[in-house]
């Protein structure tokens, strides 16, 4: 994992209370033991080391996402929760029936959102997928939460027409993952961003190398100014840290891609500061 020091400093004034509204925290196995068949192998990503990299991004605030190294044992959030305070908010992974109580401690711990793996269901029918979302959606809805998809782009292009319909407030991670290897095209780009508008969506800004593949991170610009100019109450951002699987990128280059993408002092504000609040309730 790259060491924080050497991570480059914002070249914009960061404003109070910065959120970075995706990140993931790894501790040890022996503590916090993965699925049985993970995707990667236990990244150097604990807490401690995430929380020097705030120190010298200024960042004040995180939202922390269940990994699917530890599928549904949300132990390693809660337990990082619990040390961050109230500076932090969880979004865990779980299964459908957990009992009531345990989703009102998870409240009380912070957590304000569900993710929904459907890497992990794209291959069933859509209306399946869809009767999964509604599900979750009325859980999340009773909890004052809200869901957060973590979907392949052709997915998301599938469900659009349904989740204009979704009055849960949702987000979609990595800019909808759009991606021009899977096929996707500036046509269902165009639809996303109507989702975005219209609809209870919200879009995070992160992960723009998982996006630009191989083209370099001036390629996801276009789609990150559009995605901002349509929408810009209802866009966060998130570094994606640890950058699973290349801890040495440098999470500061990617917090300044903001400043390309926008040159709106109070629209960052917004991107960083007010849409975050409003979604994970600081």
């Given at each position: 994992?790259?060491?924080?020091?050497?991570?480059?400093?914002?070249?914009?004034?960061?404003?109070?209370?910065?959120?970075?509204s995706?990140m993931?925290?790894?501790?040890?196995?022996?503590?916090?033991?993965?699925?049985?068949?993970?995707?990667?192998?236990?990244?150097?990503g604990?807490?401690?080391?995430?929380?020097?990299?705030?120190?010298?991004?200024?960042?004040?605030?995180?939202?922390?996402?269940?990994?699917?190294?530890?599928?549904?044992?949300?132990r390693?959030l809660?337990?990082?929760?619990?040390?961050?305070?109230n500076?932090?908010?969880?979004?865990?992974?779980?299964?459908?029936?957990m009992?009531?109580a345990?989703?009102?401690?998870?409240h009380?711990?912070?957590v304000?959102?569900v993710?929904?793996d459907?890497?992990?269901?794209?291959?069933l029918?859509?209306?399946?997928?869809?009767?999964?979302?509604?599900?979750?959606?009325?859980?999340c809805?009773?909890?004052?939460?809200?869901?957060?998809?973590y979907?392949?782009?052709?997915?998301?292009?599938n469900?659009?027409?349904?989740?204009?319909?979704?009055?849960?407030?949702?987000?979609?991670?990595?800019?909808?993952?759009?991606?021009?290897?899977?096929?996707?095209?500036?046509?269902?780009?165009k639809?996303?961003?109507?989702l975005?508008?219209?609809?209870?969506?919200?879009?995070?800004?992160?992960?723009?190398?998982?996006?630009?593949?191989h083209r370099?991170?001036?390629a996801?610009?276009?789609?990150?100014?559009?995605?901002?100019?349509t929408?810009?109450?209802?866009?966060?951002?998130?570094?994606?840290?640890?950058?699973?699987?290349?801890?040495e990128?440098?999470t500061?280059?990617?917090?300044?891609?903001l400043a390309?993408w926008?040159a709106?002092?109070?629209?960052?504000r917004?991107?960083?500061?007010?849409?975050?609040a409003?979604?994970?309730?600081?």
């Amino acid at each position: 994992m790259r060491a924080a020091h050497t991570l480059t400093r914002p070249t914009f004034e960061m404003p109070d209370n910065a959120c970075d509204s995706h990140m993931h925290v790894f501790e040890p196995l022996a503590q916090y033991p993965s699925v049985s068949t993970p995707q990667y192998t236990l990244p150097d990503g604990a807490l401690a080391k995430y929380r020097e990299a705030m120190e010298v991004l200024s960042i004040r605030r995180f939202a922390i996402v269940q990994p699917s190294f530890y599928g549904t044992d949300n132990r390693c959030l809660l337990d990082a929760l619990a040390i961050a305070g109230n500076a932090a908010r969880g979004v865990v992974m779980i299964e459908e029936g957990m009992p009531a109580a345990t989703l009102d401690a998870m409240h009380r711990a912070n957590v304000r959102a569900v993710r929904l793996d459907l890497f992990a269901r794209a291959e069933l029918p859509t209306p399946e997928i869809q009767a999964y979302i509604a599900r979750m959606a009325t859980l999340c809805e009773s909890l004052g939460w809200h869901l957060q998809f973590y979907a392949p782009g052709w997915v998301v292009r599938n469900l659009i027409p349904f989740l204009g319909e979704v009055r849960t407030p949702f987000v979609i991670d990595h800019m909808g993952y759009m991606l021009e290897e899977d096929g996707l095209t500036q046509d269902d780009f165009k639809r996303l961003l109507s989702l975005l508008k219209d609809g209870s969506c919200t879009l995070k800004l992160s992960a723009p190398y998982r996006v630009a593949k191989h083209r370099g991170l001036d390629a996801v610009a276009p789609m990150a100014k559009a995605i901002i100019d349509t929408a810009p109450d209802k866009v966060i951002w998130g570094s994606d840290w640890p950058h699973i699987p290349m801890g040495e990128r440098d999470t500061g280059e990617l917090l300044n891609l903001l400043a390309d993408w926008t040159a709106d002092t109070d629209v960052r504000r917004r991107i960083l500061v007010d849409n975050p609040a409003r979604l994970y309730d600081f």
